[in-house]
């Protein structure tokens, strides 16, 4: 498993923009899925957004065209910028990675590594 940290929750007006960091601890960062979830209170968790070691990127149909997920290799860090935010946005955003998928990942169980999340919230 690799170490996974998020940062740059907060509070955010509906509108507006926030943008989410994840930084791994693995030496083959390169060879990892990355996705991001949510989850809010009382609610299961959510798929947000993934980018395979080829830099593929695929979003549900609730943040698509809103929400963009990047990878920087050199520094073992997952993006996610999140724009046009809407108050069913708030959540608990979590950081994952699975090493070597060969095929998409959408649910939790595909991934083995976890950030501790960080909570992003938007007031309307």
């Known amino acids: 498993q690799v170490q996974l940290v998020e940062s740059g929750g907060g509070l955010v007006q509906a509108g507006g923009s926030l943008r989410l960091s994840c930084t791994a601890s693995a030496l083959t960062f390169s060879s990892y899925t990355l996705g991001w979830f949510r989850q809010a209170p009382g609610k299961e968790r959510e798929f947000v957004a993934a980018?395979?070691?080829?830099?593929?990127?695929y979003y549900p149909d609730s943040v698509k065209g809103r929400f963009t997920i990047s990878r920087d290799n050199a520094k073992n860090t997952v993006y996610l910028q999140m724009n046009s935010l809407k108050s069913e946005d708030t959540a608990v955003y979590y950081c994952?990675?699975?090493?070597?998928?060969?095929?998409?990942?959408?649910?939790?169980?595909?991934?083995?590594?976890w950030g501790q999340g960080t909570q992003v919230t938007v007031s309307s």
């Open positions: 980018i395979m070691w080829s830099g593929t990127t």
């Open positions: 994952a990675a699975k090493y070597l998928a060969s095929r998409r990942l959408a649910l939790p169980a595909d991934f083995d590594s």
